[in-house]
């Protein structure tokens, strides 16, 4: 009698599993590739949700997406099968996005609890199977497995995702792993979308989400059909690079290349997005995803597999790469899976980047067209910085009203940066903005020195919403537009109307946040760098502080308005 013991666990390797790398949007990704594996010419994907009362806001809850196409269909042995971990009928097959047999049924759990998929083959009729991981992991061994295939009927609310001859159609519900809102996921899936297939979209795919069409976003802005500005100016595009690369062992076949293709284009945006500093957070920019563009597009099989910083990147000379002014050129590597080892290709197609030695093979062809695009940045702003100033007055103004405010209202001093050389600090602080030219460095610390509080915008990956440099009597407030929150402002900002007009609502909700956050660095600052404190007295003091400087800086704003008497 065999006294074997199982390899795995099924059950606890399923609740293992959930942890998986995906994110929200690459897990629905992989259903989207497998409509474009079935040769289908659309995808529609529809999400239903609810509402939840969260604390401070409502929530949109997903309560299921749903995933549906008209391409080839699966017959009722595929069907059986396609939910079974490790399972593929491309098992290994490089020749499209798929592979490893893991990806749609991965990426379900990572994100629910259960899963139906109906499938029907032309000539056939539709069948359908699904797993639920409560029951799968309830110890009741008849709720293992994954049921045979039955004749079953699309349900009625989604026969519209579906083609009629043949198709899949694949339902998530009990959704609990939800990062966001709906409204915000939603946002966001199409931005991903758009830009993961845009080589397919461009070769005629459609996919939809909750009925409207989803455009190409090209991350090179040089091709313009199909997106949502077709009539944008195209971007400057380079010549392209190709390098040839070694097929590891694993991928090569008798009597095939020992080498493959790895193609590498760039280009500079147009001038009308990029004509000063700061010009990435306007709206118009925002809306084509230009604040986004700070990194790299990798494409595997003409499917974008990673977008944005590559980690680990190699320097170049005295500039850092991937920093803000890195938004306004752009580059696009391309792949075929024949070298999925070489970058890092993993079992759900995230994250894939080049090898060490790949990366510093990059680094060293892209480095001059990266140098080139960086001067004719600077040399457009420099243009655009001479004119405004020629038809300016001379005298340096403050650029928000809420740093006037601050400037006018006396208080005491800082005592967190007491013991702290401005000169030093501003420099140190100023010399980690490379995209800036010595003269333009020296404008700002000016600038600086001269008020209390400056307020600049930037963006960055990461959940500060802003940070504050305290430099020895003046303090630099810098706001990350590429948080949610300051999204949220902005749209509201937005939908008020014109912000420079002084006492227009939008201006003065403007100056108000302002204001809030200076009011609440002042309050920090009001704690020595070496003190100690009980938590509750710090927060009761801060509280305290940070309520009596916005009364004061409330007062001024207000006589400023005329809304107090003197």
């Known amino acids: 009698m065999s006294n074997k013991v199982r390899l795995v666990n099924d ?7 959930r942890e998986s790398d995906f994110d929200a949007y690459s897990a629905y990704g992989e259903v989207v590739d497998n409509a474009v594996q079935a040769e289908a010419s659309f995808c529609r994907i529809q999400m239903r949700t609810q509402q939840r009362q969260s604390p401070g806001r409502p929530f949109q809850k997903l309560a ?3 995933f549906g196409d008209d391409g080839t269909g699966m017959d009722t042995d595929t069907l059986h099968k396609c939910l079974q971990l490790g399972y593929s009928s491309r098992y290994d097959d490089r020749s499209g996005i798929g592979r490893f047999g893991v990806g749609m049924t991965l990426a379900a759990i990572n994100q629910c609890k259960h899963v139906e998929v109906y499938s029907k083959v032309q000539g056939g009729q539709w069948h359908s199977t699904s797993i639920d991981l409560d029951q799968m992991t309830s110890g009741a061994e008849d709720d293992a497995g994954i049921p045979e295939p039955t004749p079953a009927k699309i349900p009625d609310e989604y026969t519209t995702l579906v083609g009629s001859a043949s198709g899949t159609l694949v339902i998530w519900s009990k959704y609990d792993r939800q990062p966001y809102s709906a409204s915000t996921m939603k946002e966001k899936l199409r931005i991903w979308l758009g830009r993961t297939y845009r080589e397919f979209i461009w070769d005629g795919l459609t996919i939809s989400l909750d009925g409207a069409i989803i455009p190409a976003i090209d991350p ?4 313009i059909e199909k997106t949502a500005y077709p009539e944008d100016p195209q971007a400057t595009l380079y010549e392209p690079i190709e390098i040839k690369w070694p ?3 694993d991928a090569q076949q008798p009597g095939g290349p020992r080498q493959s293709s790895i193609k590498i284009r760039m280009s500079l945006l147009p001038e009308a997005f990029r004509k000063h500093q700061g010009a990435g957070n306007a709206q118009e920019n925002r809306e084509r995803s230009i604040h986004l563009n700070e990194g790299i597009s990798i494409l595997r099989n003409g499917r974008e597999v990673f977008y944005g910083p590559v980690p680990y990147w190699p320097h170049r000379g005295k500039n850092k790469w991937f920093s803000e002014i890195d938004r306004w050129w752009s580059c696009e590597i391309r792949f075929d899976a024949v070298l999925d080892r070489v970058f890092t290709v993993k079992n759900i197609k995230r994250g894939a980047v080049p090898n060490a030695e790949l990366k510093e093979s990059i680094a060293d062809l892209i480095a001059p067209t990266r140098d080139t695009c960086l001067e004719s940045v600077r040399k457009l702003w420099a243009k655009t910085k001479n004119e405004s100033l020629q038809g300016s007055d001379s005298e340096e103004k403050p650029s928000r009203p809420a740093e006037r405010i601050a400037k006018k209202t006396p208080t005491d001093k800082s005592l967190i940066d007491k013991d702290k050389d401005f000169e030093k600090e501003a420099k140190r602080l100023i010399d980690k903005r490379s ?3 010595d003269e333009e460095k020296a404008q700002i610390v000016a600038k600086w020195k001269s008020q209390p509080f400056t307020i600049e915008t930037g ?7 802003f940070e504050a440099a305290h430099l020895g009597g003046s303090d630099v407030i810098r706001y990350n537009f590429d948080h949610d929150f300051f999204k949220e402002v902005n749209a509201l900002l937005d939908g008020l109307g014109e912000t420079q007009q002084n006492q227009s609502p939008a201006a003065r909700l403007k100056c108000l946040m302002d204001l809030l956050l200076i009011s609440y660095c002042k309050a ?10 009980e938590v509750s007295s710090f927060v009761e003091d801060m509280k305290m502080n940070w309520g009596q400087y916005l009364a004061s800086y409330l007062r001024t704003y207000l006589r400023e308005l005329g809304d107090v008497q003197e």
């Open 11 to 17: 059950s606890r390797a399923l609740i293992s599993m």
């Open 64 to 66: 299921s997406i749903a």
């Open 220 to 223: 090179l802005y040089h091709r």
């Open 247 to 249: 097929i590891p062992d």
């Open 435 to 437: 995209d800036l030219t």
């Open 459 to 465: 963006s960055w990956r990461g959940p500060q919403f």
């Open 524 to 533: 920090e600052a009001k704690f020595e760098p070496d003190m100690v404190v």
